[in-house]
């Protein structure tokens, strides 16, 4: 996730792993999320299922530049849980994603180094079984011609390879698309230049 660049990626698939150290079992969970709200229903499910697990520990990253991170040791040690997963989760280089680890503790104490590598280890592989997608950070553009001039608009879209997101016809033609955010500018400076089109970013 580079502050410079368009691209960045998320998890393609959700995925699980079960890691097992000296009697205590850690069940990884990876998930694909997209708000506050969906994390806190994945973690509120999995305390519901796992109720009887000894601890349910988690991280997660969401923005387009991870510019959002918590990790949350849940009565362990500071540090022995938590954050292992998110060095993970960063690690990986994905974001808009929850890892939650629930362990079940086997009568065996591990001390915060054993912790800290069942908790990451666990994670690092839920996470390699969830692979990577790419994806690219985008903004969004309104355009309207008459229909004597959309295929101006198809030859936009096709130049600057903008994805369509919708279309209607009524009185004139309206295109929603997006663009790679690395391109808005020269996007926006076409538009400007085709007196036929009127675009605005949305």
Known sequence: ????SDLYYEVERDAEFVLRERGSKFFAF????RSDLEIKEKLEGLK???SDATHHCYAWVMGARGEAQRANDDGEPGNSAGRPILRSILSAGVTNVLVVVVRYFGGTLLGIPGLIESYGGAAESALRAAGRSEKFIEENYEIR???AHEQEIHRLIAKYGARVLGSEYTDQVCYRVAVKAGVGRDFEKALADHYQLVGKRM
């Open 1 to 4: 996730m580079s502050l410079f």
């Open 30 to 33: 990876v998930y694909g999320v």
């Open 48 to 50: 519901r299922e796992y």
């Open 145 to 147: 011609s008459d229909f």
